[in-house]
């Protein structure tokens, strides 16, 4: 079996013809400002893969899904970024029977039209102020008035729904809750401005998302008990959702770092035991996040596994760290100089260290779950 090609036989499975359309078009149209990729998953059902069946969806799992990240990462680093920030949204909100009708029927749009989510907030540690989006948050008859803005925000042009966190004053006026919020992306007063300076990831639309007198109504907003804020839906949400994150991010930027290394086995470059050790690095990576996965799918997410996938997602994020190092080296200057792609595809991959949560935040919480000191 040829590196790779379990991921993109997954793919090629679950969302035919998909892998061979991303190759025959040009690495650096699919990275730019205009990337075609996003209308092209629109229409390849792809958008579906974890919506569940009730809802019209393919209703497929944590692993099936990161075998379709890591490919699709591996062709169009951008779409990959996109889609973590779709799915882990996508499989979280529709997770829980959290939401009334109106919010079910805009979850369906992603079967019938290959609608994308958009992600506004941003992960981190199960019970805390996760919610990162400078916006806020007014009651009003009937829902919440938000203002602000929430910076970047990936597919912020392509959007079709956005979830979002939020802290929303309570009843008397004295404290905060958290909430988490879903809207359409045509709601009156969210607008967009430039944002993304760099030349990297460049098509994944991460630009500022701008909230302006944004009307929430009450049904679809999801607040934290008022009295009891470590427990309730909100916080097996938010476990669940980080969860998913973490292993969805980590399997498209390995996807990245795996593009990189199969162009150092096609050309045959260094020596071959070390070409396979770089492999067995990033198909050790690989396992973990499957073992991973395959606990997402029978386990409850409960604050432990969070932990657990704290830990898998910075073991991935080292192995990428020290294969794409040494891939770059075996493959020479000239190959970095003259191919756009090679330099593209390293300076790509390094985005997970900069997805929350951070490695340095995450130390003191992974030192108190190991030592047996967690709350």
Request: net charge negative.
């Amino acid at each position: 079996m040829a590196f790779m090609q379990r991921e993109r036989e997954a793919l090629d499975r679950l969302v035919p013809g998909l892998d061979e359309e991303l190759r025959q078009i040009a690495f650096e149209q699919l990275e730019s400002p205009d990337n075609p990729a996003i209308e092209i998953f629109k229409k390849s059902g792809g958008a579906a893969l974890l919506l569940p069946e009730r809802l019209g969806g393919m209703g497929k799992g944590p692993l099936e899904a990161v075998r379709v990240h890591r490919a699709i990462g591996s062709r169009a680093p951008s779409l990959g970024v996109i889609l973590v920030m779709h799915n882990f949204s996508l499989a979280g909100f529709t997770k829980f029977h959290v939401w009334g009708a109106v919010g079910e029927k805009m979850f369906c749009r992603v079967a019938e039209t290959g609608a994308l989510i958009a992600s506004g907030f941003a992960e981190g540690r199960p019970g805390s102020h996760i919610l990162k989006a400078a916006v806020t948050v007014e009651r009003c008859e009937g829902g919440y008035i938000l203002n602000g803005s929430k910076k970047p925000c990936t597919l912020s042009e392509s959007m079709d729904i956005l979830t979002a966190g939020i802290n929303v004053p309570t009843a008397d006026g004295t404290g905060w809750r958290r909430a988490m919020i879903v809207l359409p992306a045509t709601t009156e007063g969210l607008s967009t401005q430039s944002y993304w300076k760099i030349p990297v990831l460049n098509g994944t639309e991460s630009n500022e998302l701008l909230f302006k007198n944004v009307y929430v109504p009450d049904e679809m907003v999801l607040l934290a008990d008022e009295h009891k804020d470590d427990v309730g839906a909100l916080n097996d949400l938010e476990t669940y959702l980080m969860i998913w994150f973490q292993l969805l991010a980590s399997a498209s930027y390995l996807g990245i770092a795996s593009a990189l290394l199969e162009r150092v086995l096609q050309a045959s470059r260094g020596e071959p035991g070390e070409r396979v050790n770089l492999a067995i690095e990033q198909e050790n990576a690989m396992t973990a996040l499957e073992g991973l996965a395959m606990r997402l799918a029978t386990e409850r997410a409960t604050e432990a596994l969070c932990m657990d996938s704290y830990m898998v997602r910075f073991a991935v994020q080292r192995a990428i760290e020290r294969t794409v190092s040494r891939a770059l080296e075996l493959l020479g200057g000239m190959a970095f100089v003259e191919g756009q792609a090679i330099s593209y595809l390293h300076n790509a991959c390094m985005g997970l260290s900069f997805h929350p949560v951070g490695r340095y935040a995450a130390t003191p919480l992974l030192c108190d779950y190991l030592s047996g000191n967690a709350a």
